[in-house]
């Protein structure tokens, strides 16, 4: 017969478990958004050129 360890054993590894989830899946979903909102290399170089009235030279 399978024994059934304490309840509270239990809950404690499946918090850790969602805890290590929830950390890892911010961690990727930081990363992502960090490199989506970064400037463009040319961004300073764009601002000037739009500010001249001319996008694209």
Known sequence: ??????????FQILFAGLAL?????????????????APHPNYRAEMKTAERGQRYP
């Open 21 to 37: 989830l929830g950390t890892a899946l911010l961690v990727v979903f930081v990363i992502e958004f960090r490199e989506d909102s």
């Open 1 to 10: 017969m399978l024994q059934v360890p304490p309840m509270d054993i239990v």
